[in-house]
């Protein structure tokens, strides 16, 4: 019942950020974008397009987007699945550095270079990534006093990409003793269950690329 919740709302949020254009991006960027937002969504746009066909048509939507909006950062964003998908690995990793350059404080960006860095083989670099990443969730949860759950859980969804599976687990354990509302165990319970059951080969890494915006 938890999991259909989360689905539920997530759902209803990506409804919401692409229904509404926030920040005030430029109109016809933000249509470009939604366009490829809803096509990334569905996973298709009802042709007979090849998997290889269908990306490489959501690029161009996305490319006539930041042309006109060069710093659109969901729309660079969002390019980054597509890009790895048509096997565009460098220029993968150069799009997420420039978005990176305007956001550079954005963890899960950092999260999505160091996957594109091991699909790359640098492996030493995408653990440069992953740990600049954990740095810093652990200097927010330092600086939080823990008033709040959300920046413990951003330390331990990065933990089995810097780490492994157990070290994230046996983290969110030890977390316990610090949140004792219900909701707040919830989260951690849910976190918990995903990391379980989750596969962090480099396969299952490359899920991360599955999130899209129109923010």
Known sequence: MLHLKKIIVLLLLSVNVFAQNKFNHNPQAF???SKAFKLLIAGGD????????FNFKVLKILDSATKIEPLYISAHSNKLGPLLATHQNAKALA???YILSIKPDD???LIKQ???YEVLNKQSSAISSYKEAYSSAINLVSKGNRKTVRNDLLVAYILPFY????????YLSNISQYFKNEKDMKEISYLKKLIELGDYNLEGKKKVFNSYSTL
Not at 46 to 53: A, E, I, N, V, W
């Open 31 to 33: 249509a470009l974008n």
């Open 46 to 53: 009802g042709t007979m397009l090849s998997k290889t066909q």
């Open 95 to 97: 799009t997420v550095k």
């Open 107 to 109: 963890l899960n960006l």
């Open 114 to 116: 160091g996957v594109i």
């Open 163 to 170: 780490k492994n599976k157990k070290s994230a687990i046996d």
